[in-house]
């Protein structure tokens, strides 16, 4: 293997996946996957046309009735299997998501261990779908039971190449449904390693279709078929409204992980030095492209001047660089249109009176860097004080009072992280409380774990990935009432 960080020589070969066969581009369209670190193109991705779409919802239809009659242990073999592969295949996996995606090579690995342990404890919630009887007068009963939902139509964003698709498999694996899988045209090399995992692990044909497309395309066809019972989104609002009307058609069950624009909160009696700490790292992951990256920071006036300092002391100070370099602590935006929006956001603020404390430029004329940035001197009036940046900037604002910042952190429409920062338990317990939003760090920034709820409030979305809970998104609960 050539060790060179520029090399794209371990990228694969980019296929599709439908009834068991894997599809080469042949005389399809096709669509150039580029490096966000050099913008140079790594391989064509074939897309698909609409016969292969109907090939593709008829194999999910028979898939469907082979996997909903497998044992709980089948299903859970599968999942143990490809989890077995992914962790073996660590090393080739991680750096073609770098490759394709830019996020560090430090990240997709934790991405790759992070599918993995999902995978685990969906083979072990697999065997806990459980019903109950209700006991009736004269020896008749009633019976709840719990049975999966039905094919899947599922969309994946390029944000966490790996860890987007396994949750997009994963629960509907676990809960006996089928599924089609439409992850982003932008990282397919990360997908496709996943659905490789689970077919040598011995996943029937028909079970897991793996597509690529002109998103509208795929996402109108398959939605209006009768054979889909279920569509599970990540992305944009903007795209999950429009994914909830075409759903609303068929009266599909809809799991939806949509933007994000997470208040983060630090009170004077924080931990300060931790807390620059985290809040650094966490807006450097993925170079902001996060949907619970950190975004509006609300600082007590006490300690503002002297933290937005310290901030843009240790953003500036982060290593930008290609994600394959082991120094490299913030890869480059992940596609041409990251850094113009960043571009455009930052227009914005400073026309309105705002202060950019360090970066605030792109890095180069070579892929697609920006600089970690803070912007001091916010107000609401800015674009970015609404819509989600998805990019390495940290607004900051200053507060004084309590209830004055939760009306803050709970002014905009969406509600899928908010932060918090304090050592004293009471105001722990009572923001807690008060932020509405799906998910609450408080001093702390990881938000997800394979045994944890992962979702949004408002216009976030509804319906929860990972824990037991994302496998109950898949499954559908029947009544038999038995004289
Ligand atoms: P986008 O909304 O066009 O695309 C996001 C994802 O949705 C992509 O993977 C795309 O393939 C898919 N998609 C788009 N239109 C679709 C359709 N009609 N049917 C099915 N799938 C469709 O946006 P983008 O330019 O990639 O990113 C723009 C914004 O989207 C970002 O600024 C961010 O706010 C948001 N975003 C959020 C997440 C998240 O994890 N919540 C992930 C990616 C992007």
């Known amino acids: 293997m050539n060790t060179s960080i520029h090399s794209a020589e371990t990228y694969p070969a980019l296929r599709m996946h439908i009834d068991g066969e894997w599809v080469e581009a042949g005389d399809r369209r096709t669509f150039d996957v580029v490096n966000p670190a050099t913008g140079s193109v790594l391989a064509a991705l074939p897309l698909v046309d609409a016969a292969d779409l109907d090939r593709a919802l008829d194999a999910a239809q028979r898939g469907f009735k082979i996997w909903r009659n497998s044992s709980p242990e089948e299903r859970a073999a599968v999942l143990n299997g490809a989890a077995r592969l992914l962790r073996e295949r660590i090393d080739v996996i991680a750096r073609n998501a770098t490759l394709e995606e830019g996020k560090t090579v430090a990240e997709t690995r934790i991405e790759v261990l992070a599918t993995a342990g999902l995978f685990e404890f969906y083979a072990g919630e697999a065997k806990r779908i459980y019903g109950r009887v209700l006991v009736r007068p004269d020896g008749a009963r009633s019976i709840v039971m719990k049975e999966p939902v039905g094919p899947v139509a599922a969309f994946a964003p390029w944000n966490f190449p790996i860890a987007n698709p396994g949750r997009k498999l994963g629960a509907p ?42 998103p509208n395309e795929v996402s109108t066809h398959l939605l209006a078929s009768p054979i889909i019972r279920k569509v599970s989104f990540t992305g944009s609002t903007v795209v999950g409204k429009h994914l909830m009307k075409l759903a609303a058609d068929n009266a599909l069950r809809t799991t939806m992980e949509l933007g994000g624009h997470a208040p983060v909160i630090v009170f004077d009696d924080c931990d300060f030095d931790k807390t620059i700490q985290l809040l650094t790292t966490a ?40 994600g394959l370099d082991p120094d490299v602590q913030m890869g480059p935006m992940a596609n041409s249109r990251r850094p113009e929006a960043i571009e455009g956001f930052l227009q914005n603020a400073m026309s309105r009176g705002g202060r950019i404390l360090t970066g605030g430029e792109r890095i180069g004329n070579e892929g697609f860097f920006f600089q970690p940035t803070v912007l001091t001197n916010v107000s609401n009036d800015m674009r970015i004080m609404n819509e989600e940046p998805f990019g390495p900037v940290a607004a900051t604002q200053s507060f004084r009072e309590f209830d004055q910042v939760v009306e803050e952190a709970n002014r905009l429409p969406f509600g899928l992280a908010a932060y918090a920062f304090t050592e004293n338990a009471r105001t722990a317990n009572r923001i807690g409380a ?18 944890s709820p992962f979702q949004g409030v408002k216009q976030s979305g509804h319906g929860s990935e990972d824990g037991p809970e994302g496998v109950a998104a898949c499954l559908v609960t029947k009544s038999i009432h038995q004289l």
């Open 283 to 322: 807006k450097a992951r993925n170079a902001g492209q996060v949907c619970v990256a950190p975004t509006r920071y609300y600082i007590h006036e006490n300690i503002h001047d002297r933290f937005v300092s310290a901030l843009s002391e240790r953003m500036a100070a982060l290593k930008v660089g290609n």
């Open 173 to 214: 694996i676990a809960a006996g449904c089928s599924v089609i899988l439409k992850p982003a045209e932008e990282a397919p090399a990360s997908a496709i390693a996943i659905v490789e995992a689970l077919v040598e692990s011995g996943l029937p044909a028909g079970v897991c279709q793996l597509v690529f497309g002109v």
């Open 434 to 451: 008060a932020l509405e939003s799906g998910m609450v760090g408080i001093n702390a920034v990881v938000l997800a774990a394979p045994d």
